[in-house]
């Protein structure tokens, strides 16, 4: 995949030296360790029962039964590997797209890779990645709502999170124009009244490019709330159901929820949609929209650039974003 061209002639942005969700920025380094080697995981979850993405104690969270799992396979060759991942998905938001990676060791790499064998014959393939994939999604096994969907070995540079030029997520909501399909429910908010999607689709429009949305995030300490909104779309699906396609950069804690939630104030005729404008620019939370539920969202896909420029995409990650002096 190449480097996108501008959205809307808005320039690539220039990113931040905190994590792309807004927090404060963990030590991270795009190369692995002298001797390692980075393994990348595309990762689909149903996030109904999960406590969020990041590991907590006395939670149980995506990053946390992953990591069990790696524990579980590389038991007897610790210390067990920590995830970094592309973006940390709230409690009960999905993802089909979700990107992470961690690094094995030399010892590791071994235990996994060595061909075991009965009368000759090879038992597993040698094949690094493969048999991650395998060993890991047998652990998994006792957890369906999560699938490792690939692992592969990085490119040199390749960070999940830093490397990423965009995430893009989807919302869905069943209006009364919708149909409400039972076994969508966990997936597709159902909400009472008709909305007015052309309102939508204006409103949203009006949001794209460049901007401090500290009206649409949740505040973190030390955390920015500037950030690239590349698009913004609304559109009924074949049955009706109402899906908001949102990708920027990256995004801020709630952001996603929020811009949703502003758009449906709009598409039931509460806020007129040139009042989107008016909150960004206030800067100031606000209960003028009310933000959406989590299981209406889901992870779509993340981008990345060709292999050769991840290391210099981690790098432009970490610079200091800052605004246009007319903002």
Not at 101 to 121: E, I, P, Y
Not at 241 to 251: E, H, I, Y
Not at 309 to 322: F, H, K, L, S, Y
Request: proline share 7%; glycine share 8%; with cysteine.
């Amino acid at each position: 995949m190449s480097f996108p061209e501008p959205v809307d002639g808005l320039p690539l942005p220039v990113l931040t030296d905190l994590n792309p969700d807004g927090a404060l920025a963990e030590p991270s380094d795009s190369m692995p360790e002298p001797g390692s080697t980075r393994i990348r995981l595309d990762v689909a979850y149903d996030g109904t029962g999960f406590f969020g993405w990041a590991r907590q104690p006395g939670y149980k969270t995506i990053q946390g039964q992953i990591e069990e799992g790696l524990g579980a396979i590389l038991k007897r060759h610790q210390p067990t590997p920590d995830l970094v991942v592309a973006g940390r998905t709230d409690s009960g938001v999905h993802a089909l797209g979700q990107v992470a990676h961690f690094d094995l060791n030399a010892d590791q790499v071994d235990s996994l890779v060595r061909v075991k064998r009965g009368r000759g014959t090879p038992r597993y393939p040698n094949e690094l990645a493969s048999m991650v994939q395998r060993r890991l999604g047998g652990i998994l096994v006792t957890q369906p709502e999560i699938v490792i969907r690939s692992a592969t070995i990085a490119p040199p540079g390749f960070d999940a999170r830093f490397s990423a030029l965009w995430r893009r997520y989807e919302y869905r909501i069943a209006d009364t124009q919708a149909l409400h399909d039972p076994l969508q429910r966990m997936r597709t908010t159902w909400h009472g009244f008709a909305l007015d999607l052309p309102a939508m689709q204006e409103a949203a429009a009006t949001l794209i490019g460049l901007h401090d949305f500290a009206t649409y995030c949740k505040p973190r300490p030390g955390a920015t709330t500037i950030r690239t909104l590349q698009s913004f779309d609304w559109r009924r699906d074949p049955d009706g159901v109402l899906v908001a396609t949102v990708q920027a950069d990256a995004f801020c804690h709630s952001m996603v929820r929020a811009l949703v939630g502003a758009c449906v104030s709009v598409g039931e005729g509460k806020l007129v949609g040139t009042r989107l404008v008016d909150l960004r620019i206030e800067r100031a939370r606000t209960s003028e929209f009310k933000v959406m539920q989590a299981h209406g969202l889901t992870l779509m896909e993340v981008g990345y650039p060709e292999d050769a420029g991840m290391a210099i995409r981690a790098a432009q990650t970490r610079a200091r974003r800052e605004l246009p002096e007319d903002e």
